[in-house]
Nanobody, 121 residues
Framework: QVQLVESGGGLVQPGESLRLSCVAS????????MGWYRQAPGNERELVAS???????NYADSVKGRFTIFRDNAKNAVYLQMNSLKSEDTAVYYC???????????????WGQGTQVTVSS
């Protein structure tokens, strides 16, 4: 099994920054793409940013130029640097990783428990 644990959420004012972290642990054979999703009350979960094992990135239009995703493969970790935060960024942020467990044949999607980000003055 693979576990994902997020950290770094909190309450900030508009224009401030936060960095989210997510570390994968367990019986990991390999990790492919990793990403961050978010879900605001009453909305569906949406992709914020993703990064392949080779470092290629993809961003939602709403966060381009403000958020940066990066990973440390040696630590099985993915990060989301969020700058110039807006009230509409308020949501629960979830880490996602396509990982192959030690005894598994394929990669499966794993999810963290989520971390709350609130942007408010």
């Amino acid at each position: 099994q693979v576990q994902l644990v997020e950290s770094g959420g909190g309450l900030v004012q508009p224009g401030e920054s936060l960095r989210l972290s997510c570390v994968a642990s367990g019986s990991i054979f390999s990790i492919g793409a990793m990403g961050w999703y978010r879900q605001a009350p009453g909305n569906e979960r949406e992709l914020v940013a993703s990064i392949t094992s080779g470092g290629s990135t993809n961003y939602a239009d709403s966060v381009k130029g403000r958020f940066t995703i990066f990973r440390d493969n040696a630590k099985n970790a993915v990060y989301l640097q969020m700058n110039s935060l807006k009230s509409e960024d308020t949501a629960v942020y979830y880490c996602n990783a396509w990982a192959r467990a030690t005894m598994a044949l394929y990669e499966y999607p794993y999810w963290g428990q989520g971390t709350q980000v609130t942007v408010s003055s």
